[in-house]
């Protein structure tokens, strides 16, 4: 689990080929090693654009991912470039502290910047995604876009709208978005539950 905090920017350093999948090597900010050898990483998770991926690899700051078909096809991880900046979070630690909320790193789609609106060193960014993903977005509720948890402003039946604050803009990569970006998309696990509970609902209410 992940709280969509976002620890660090990492730089993409090669990207592989392996059939319907890719090998993603990160290069990660030093801290990322403190406290153990590159080695013990290995099988880890970390939330790179909000997409959870396993260590495959490490060889001092540099990591290594794959993803599968299905992960590059429903995020914006298949349309990276060697050099792209990417934000990382690793998984939650326990007795960590829940700063942000539920976020998964199961990224539910993509959605596209629609508009910046820049408010002197703050900005109100406006995104347009699935109507199905709206559906389960409420305003002040919680969003995560590229594995940052953010705080839905508005929200209409195909957009969103977020205010970011100067650190957000600064420690990550919405900072360097720009309309019609794609961005990955996860919305509330606990919206997800409940649709779900509704749609199995009787009119009297009882659960089928």
Request: glycine share 10%; proline share 3%.
């Given at each position: ?16 080929e ?7 090597v990160v ?9 153990a ?12 654009n ?17 993803a ?17 900046a ?7 630690p ?20 629609a ?6 060193e ?42 970011l ?35 199995f ?8």
């Amino acid at each position: 689990m992940f709280t969509g905090l976002v620890e660090a920017l990492g730089t993409v350093r090669s990207l592989t080929e392996e059939g319907d999948a890719k090998r993603l090597v990160v290069e990660v900010p030093p801290a990322f090693l403190e406290g153990a050898s590159s080695n013990n990483w290995l099988g880890d998770s970390v939330a790179i654009n909000g997409c959870c991926l396993t260590v495959v690899a490490a060889n001092g700051v540099l990591w290594s991912f794959q993803a599968g078909y299905e992960t590059l096809a429903k995020t914006n991880l298949g349309r990276l470039n060697v050099g792209d900046a990417v934000n990382l979070e690793r998984a939650m630690p326990a007795d960590g502290r829940f700063g942000g909320h539920i976020v998964q790193g199961h990224v539910d789609g993509v959605g596209r910047v629609a508009a910046i609106d820049a408010r002197s060193e703050f900005a109100d960014y406006t995104f347009e995604v699935p109507t199905a993903l709206a559906a389960q977005m409420v305003e002040k509720g919680s969003v995560a876009v590229d594995g940052i948890s953010l705080t839905l402003v508005r929200v209409t039946a195909t957009t969103f709208r977020v205010m970011l604050i100067p650190h957000t803009l600064a420690v990550t990569t919405l900072g360097r978005r720009k309309v019609g970006d794609e961005v990955n998309i996860e919305t509330d696990v606990l919206a997800k539950y409940v649709a779900k509970l509704l749609a199995f609902a009787t009119p009297s209410g009882a659960s089928q």
